[in-house]
């Protein structure tokens, strides 16, 4: 099951799915005769929290795929995005013993950069030196080499 009870839920029509989705309309919306803007892609760093529970963890892989597909079915119907298979790169969780199931968590995000089209997975294991005083998240340092990282998924070097 996905984690619906949590308030957090970025599962498509979670609380924070659906703000994404209202972040997107109103940015597109907004002086639509001025300019015209489009999703060209996302950056998703999520997996966390599903890593701390094992049921969670199991299905991480079919909800993330079902995130993906409908994701990009909402942006394409919304008129917010050209491309059909909008590119998404996935930030791979650190394998920290705070998740207890991280490993089912980062073979799910290394099944799902493989299987779907046009998603990508940049690595964040050895920023695990720059985390902020909670141990979880990446201080600036750590989410400025992770923004590198990303910029070079969705445009690598020719």
């Known amino acids: 099951p996905k984690p619906t ?3 957090d839920s970025w599962s498509p029509g979670g609380r924070l799915y659906k703000e994404l989705m209202k972040m997107i309309a109103e940015a597109h919306n907004t002086k639509r005769t001025e300019v015209n803007l489009k999703v060209a892609g996302i950056f998703f760093m999520q997996g966390e929290t599903d890593a701390m529970h094992k049921e969670w ?3 991480y892989e079919k909800n993330l795929k079902e ?3 409908r994701f990009r079915e909402d942006v394409q119907s919304m008129n917010c ?3 059909k298979n909008v590119p998404v790169v996935l930030g791979r969780i650190q394998n920290n ?3 207890v199931h991280a490993k089912i968590v980062r073979l799910a ?6 299987d779907v089209p046009h998603v990508s997975i ?3 294991d050895d920023l695990s030196g720059w985390l902020d005083k909670s141990g979880l998240h990446f201080n600036e340092y750590g989410q400025a080499q992770l923004g590198k990282r990303v910029h070079q998924a969705f445009f690598p070097p020719s």
Not at 109 to 114: D, E, F, M, P, S
Request: charged share 20%.
């Open 5 to 7: 009870t949590n308030a």
């Open 57 to 59: 963890a199991r299905n």
């Open 67 to 69: 995130f993906v597909q």
């Open 81 to 83: 995005a050209e491309a």
């Open 97 to 99: 013993s705070a998740w």
């Open 109 to 114: 995000q290394k099944k799902v950069a493989r």
């Open 122 to 124: 940049v690595n964040t």
